[in-house]
């Protein structure tokens, strides 16, 4: 199993970016996933989970409307859609495969190695 | 939500040493509960869920235990490797939590 997160970096309050996670060596559309995130000094924190066939997604209150997250089935990628980015977004976000095809209740399984969005001006 | 609390914060233990860390939910859980090990600069690394169900190729010197709101990861016979802060998380209900984290130093 591989995740690698992309697309991260600097942007400045109010901004838009777009973080992908290609995902390799299991059936993409078999599992869940979910981006995590952890702020500086801080601990891990879920952000957002979708089911690995219906598309159905799950957000945390702090992002619900302006982070969204979808896949891409056919190219075995993950998408975190990012707006109205805001200072207290700053962290290293985390890819993650569940453990199965369903995100009602999700078990972290493999994580990627983190890409890193800063929101400043 | 459910809130995550573990105990201790941190800890000091030497090799060889055997180490609980424990994890309290606020509410009733079941056995949805898993444990995370992340090192500094390094993906998380998923070890337990269903509360004392190893994730493939982890170690057995890793176990867990506990149901409805108490909970305990146990490492034995500590290696330096091993030296990390550890994570409990739910998933009996969305928001997903995570307790605060126990870092685990080298004494």
């Known amino acids: 199993v591989q995740l690698l997160e992309s697309g991260g970096g600097l942007v400045q309050p109010g901004g838009s970016l777009r973080l992908s996670c290609a995902a390799s060596?299991?059936?993409?559309?078999?599992?869940?996933m979910a981006w995590a995130r952890q702020a500086p000094g801080k601990g891990l924190e879920w952000v957002t989970s979708i089911s690995g066939r219906s598309g159905h997604t799950y957000y945390a209150d702090s992002v619900k409307g302006r982070l969204t997250i979808s896949r891409d089935n056919s190219q075995n990628i993950l998408y975190l859609q990012m707006n109205s980015l805001r200072a207290e977004d700053t962290a290293m976000y985390y890819c993650?495969?569940?453990?199965?095809?369903?995100?009602?209740?999700?078990?972290?399984?493999?994580w990627g190695q983190g890409i890193l969005v800063t929101v400043a001006t | 939500d459910i809130q995550m609390t573990q105990s201790p914060a941190s800890l000091s233990a030497s090799v060889g040493d055997r180490v609980t860390i424990t994890c309290r939910a606020s509410?009733?859980?079941?056995?949805?509960l898993a444990w995370i090990q992340h090192k500094p600069g390094k993906a998380p690394k998923s070890l337990i869920y269903a509360a004392s169900h190893l994730h493939s190729g982890v170690p057995s010197k890793f176990s867990g235990s506990g149901s409805g709101t108490d909970f305990t990861l146990t490492i034995s016979s500590l290696q330096p490797e091993d030296f990390a802060t550890y994570y409990c998380q739910q998933y009996y209900s969305y928001p997903l939590t995570f307790g605060q984290g126990t870092r685990l130093e080298i004494k």
């Open positions: 509410q009733g859980i079941s056995n949805y």
């Open positions: 993650a495969k569940g453990l199965g095809v369903g995100a009602t209740w999700f078990e972290f399984d493999y």
């Open positions: 060596g299991f059936t993409f559309n078999n599992f869940a």
